[in-house]
């Protein structure tokens, strides 16, 4: 059962990866933290390089595949936060569960009995319950005070959507390789790729500066051991993934206080009742 501990661990250090972010964008573009966290995220798993060149040939395009999910999702993403409170993004991002629901009723034809269709109604009713705010915050968005442009939360819910095909790509690849393979080329492949993206659109990018931000460092660690947690975690004999689906929605909680108590952002409760609708879907879908 050591697969529950590693994915509660990925799921805490999801939430802290989010406010770790934040920081890091409040001194740096988008493109400038993605990167360079990406690039020293993969140089710290260099030393699993002459584990990693075992890995069959014909995984190569598969893990491409998910790097390129993994892009996708974290351009979306970095953007969103960047935009929106920490305590939003942590509500709207555990909607990933209702996206890798379907995706799995879509792509592997699984079907759904009744607690996993009331468990989706109740993940759909709480992310619909951020619209209808308390009073005093409607007041306040209206008056443009933490209004949140529609754009930004479809680029969240677009993270969303790739991250949960990630999670999928994840479980099967597994199967077949171990989790210092997946992490070392995932992140070679994502390198290269926010590389291209660079010199095609001609991104500006001060390395200096970037290299200069702690947080950019901070998150290239926790995202190297989050990882490994959890490619370890599927790896492991009888872990169930809908199980780790709830273990990994801790994280949330996280996102939550921090926005209470680092950013100073409002609607604490009000966002803690929404999760908590969510979180209890997620609960009956998996019963």
Not at 17 to 29: H, Q, T
Not at 97 to 106: N, P
Not at 219 to 227: E, G, K, M, P
């Amino acid at each position: 059962m050591l697969w529950i501990p590693l994915v509660l661990l990925y799921g805490v250090l999801k939430g802290v990866r989010e406010i770790v972010k934040k920081k890091a964008l409040e001194k740096n573009s988008t493109m400038e933290v993605l990167f360079m966290y990406t690039l020293l995220s993969f140089a710290m798993v260099l030393p699993n390089a002459k584990a990693a060149m075992g890995m069959e040939r014909g995984f190569y395009p598969y893990v491409a595949v998910k790097s390129f999910v993994i892009f996708l999702a974290w351009l979306f993403s970095f953007r969103a936060i960047k935009k929106m409170p920490i305590s939003l993004y942590g509500v709207l991002d555990l909607s990933r569960v209702m996206f890798a629901t379907l995706l799995g009723v879509a792509v592997l034809h699984e079907t759904l009995g009744f607690c996993q269709t009331a468990g989706l109604i109740l993940v759909s009713a709480g992310l619909l319950l951020l619209k209808y705010r308390p009073r005093a915050a409607r007041a306040a968005a209206e008056a443009g005070e933490g209004r949140v442009a529609a754009k930004y939360v479809v680029m969240a819910f677009a993270s969303c959507v790739f991250n949960a095909v990630s999670g999928l790509l994840d479980k099967l690849l597994m199967k077949d390789i171990d989790s210092s393979q997946l992490q070392f080329w995932y992140l070679f492949f994502l390198v290269l790729m926010y590389l291209l993206f660079i010199l095609v659109t001609r991104t500006p990018v001060h390395f200096f500066s970037v290299l200069r931000n702690r947080w950019v460092w901070l998150l290239s660690v926790l995202i190297v051991i989050a990882d490994r947690a959890l490619f370890a975690a599927n790896g492991m004999e009888g872990s169930r993934i809908t199980v780790m689906t709830l273990l990994k929605q801790s994280g949330c909680i996280v996102t939550i206080l921090a926005g209470r108590y680092l950013f100073h952002e409002k609607d604490t409760v009000h966002k803690l009742v929404c999760a908590l609708v969510i979180v209890a879907g997620i609960v009956l879908a998996v019963l």
